[in-house]
Every structure is written in C-alpha cells, then in structure tokens.
C-alpha cells in the first residue's frame, strides 16, 4: 500500500489498512522516527473506557436484561437442593 505526502505533509492511510487496525476518524497518531523509518502508534487515552460513551443509543432497563438473560435469580424456597 502506497500514499503520497501532500504539500501540507499530510498523508492518508489506505483504507484496507484503517479498516483492520480499527482506526477512525478523529483518533489521534504518534510519530515516531527510528532507525531511518517512521512508526506510527495509536495514543491510548487515559480512560479507555470513555471511547464506550455514546455507543449504545438505545435506553436499556439493565436489571430486565440481566434477568432476561440469566433466567429467574435465586431463591431460597426454590433452589435449597440445588446448592
């Protein structure tokens, strides 16, 4: 994959290759020169978890969808034996 500096020193990253490393518009890149060649990294954030915010875009009673997806909660009278 080739791309070409612009007069800015601008360069785009080939599509196949954003795709597969999952890089998105708005992240940003380190550059750095080693050995006559320059490595790019993804600057992680100090809270990863905060990249999650906005993904879902739905309200999700969470406590249905746990009981939804576990199936009915323990109970003692119930499932005594079942220990």
């Known amino acids: 994959m080739v791309s070409k500096v ?3 020193g601008q360069i785009t990253i080939p599509k196949p290759l954003r795709e597969s490393l999952g890089i998105e518009a708005g992240e940003e890149l ?3 020169e080693r050995d006559g060649a320059i490595l790019v990294r993804r600057v992680t ?4 978890v905060r990249r999650l915010v906005g993904l879902v875009r739905e309200r999700v009673d969470v406590d249905a969808y746990l009981a939804e997806t576990r199936g009915p909660a323990w109970r003692s009278d119930l499932d005594e034996g079942d220990r």
């Open 6 to 8: 612009s007069e800015k």
């Open 45 to 48: 954030s100090a809270a990863p």
């Open 30 to 32: 380190a550059f750095e």
